[in-house]
């Protein structure tokens, strides 16, 4: 069973995590270090264990490694900026008292957002998750705790060559509302995040049912897979708001589910930031996009 994702203590330039050998991973290696970073590589699941092997695929003579962070983790990590975090107890007005399952209309958690059906699957992909957490009597395998159960599928990071680049491929097919994995990062705030001038890895913390984004998740330093992800003018994942043993709804883990069927082979993506008008009429300039999808705007919004 994997590790629960969790808030960690502050991210700093020589956090402890770098003793693990991790911290020289990045495009600069040579092809000649490939067997040596895939080994590191397999022991990435130490992170998340009892998870699938995350598989790295390079067959195009280019580009040797894949560019994880300088750390590898599935968790959230804080900057200073933020400041303390606690995973407080006292939840109890977001507790439920199930003796059974939790699958159903019963239990107080999933009766404040989506809920889960008996496979594990959302059952609505438009409302935030709110998992069962340490305030409640259910039990740590209830159905109503996948997220936090961490990653089931098999995943594959892939280079495609120049043009796209690395990402992320089903290892195998992938049934419609599964869960695939997190976004590992540090938690900054908003004011911190826009100060810095690598800002390719950082998703925002804004999902609709929230004012305005108060904290992004940054994968430069510290991430997982989902630093390959990709984006799609036709995407097949969705992420969505998920919270358990935490009070601030401006915190959440952010977790991604496939929103179709997904084939094995096929690559993994999401839409950055979003395909209405009001966001392409927004947009602070415009990069090219070669996702290849039919409905292919052209270009990616950016925002910042």
Not at 34 to 57: K, M, N, Q, S
Not at 60 to 81: K, M, Q, R
């Amino acid at each position: 069973m994997s590790t629960a994702i969790r808030y960690a203590a502050g991210l700093s330039a020589h956090h402890p995590l770098k003793a693990e050998n991790l911290d020289k991973l990045g495009t600069e290696w040579p092809r000649s270090d490939w067997a040596r970073y895939t080994e590191l590589v397999r022991g990435f699941t130490r992170d998340e264990l009892g998870a699938p092997p995350l598989r790295v695929v390079n067959n195009t003579g280019e580009e040797a490694c894949a560019p994880f962070a300088d750390v590898y983790s599935n968790h959230v990590w804080l900057h200073s900026s933020v400041g303390n975090i606690k995973q407080t107890k006292a939840i109890s007005s977001r507790a439920c008292d199930c003796s059974d399952n939790c699958v159903g209309g019963n239990c107080a958690c999933v009766k404040m957002g989506s809920g889960y059906t008996s496979t594990g699957q959302p059952v609505n992909l438009d409302n935030p998750l709110y998992e069962c957490g340490v305030a409640c009597a259910c039990v740590s395998t209830c159905g109503n705790r996948i997220v936090q159960q961490g990653r089931t599928v098999r995943i594959e990071v892939r280079y495609s060559g120049a043009l796209k680049g690395w990402g992320l491929h089903a290892d195998e097919d992938i049934p419609t509302n599964t869960f695939l994995f997190v976004f590992g990062g540090e938690l900054v705030k908003m004011s911190e995040a826009r100060k810095r001038p690598e800002i390719e890895f950082q998703i925002d913390l804004h999902f609709h049912h929230l004012a305005k984004a108060k904290y992004v998740l940054d994968a430069h330093n510290v991430g997982n897979l989902g630093r390959c992800l990709n984006h799609s003018c036709d995407p097949n994942t969705v992420a969505m708001p998920c919270y358990f043993n935490q009070v601030d709804l401006n915190l959440p883990i952010v977790a991604f589910f496939a929103k179709r069927a997904i084939k094995s082979g096929e690559q993994i993506c999401i839409a950055y930031w979003g395909l209405d008008d009001t966001v392409l009429e927004t947009a602070m300039g415009r990069m090219p996009c070669n996702c290849g999808a039919d409905r292919c705007a052209g270009f990616i919004a950016m925002m910042t």
